[in-house]
């Protein structure tokens, strides 16, 4: 299983920003995608995550600012960002668990900065 990550970069305070995730080497219909991030000197924490059957649960840090998708005929589960604020700067990674288990993209780097 292969997870491509991009659509990082720097953005203002307020800004918005769209991640995406392709996936390659697994059934992704029937798989839970989320979005993780790491901050620098920090662990990494669950942003969002969907289930196979569209379930959503966010972060309180991200709710009602950020919204995760997936489009299964691309394979792609996507993080729709808004009113992004300074603390949200991170490498953003995505994953993917399915049956046999959990994988990882590589990051992306999300820097929010006037």
């Known amino acids: 299983v292969q997870l491509q990550a991009s659509g990082g970069g720097l953005v203002r305070p307020g800004g918005s920003l769209t991640l995406s995730c392709a996936a390659s080497?697994?059934?992704?219909?029937?798989?839970?995608l989320g979005w993780y991030r790491q901050a620098p000197g920090k662990q990494r924490e669950l942003v969002a995550y969907?289930?196979?059957?569209?379930?959503?649960n966010y972060a309180d840090s991200v709710k009602g600012r950020f919204t995760i998708s997936r489009d299964n005929t691309k394979n792609t589960v996507y993080l729709q960002m808004s009113s992004l604020k300074p603390d949200d700067t991170a490498v953003y990674y995505c994953?993917?668990?399915?049956?046999?288990?959990?994988?990882w993209g590589q990051g992306t780097l999300v820097t929010v900065s006037s």
């Open positions: 994953k993917l668990s399915d049956p046999y288990g959990h994988y």
């Open positions: 080497g697994s059934t992704f219909s029937i798989n839970t």
């Open positions: 969907i289930s196979n059957v569209g379930f959503r």
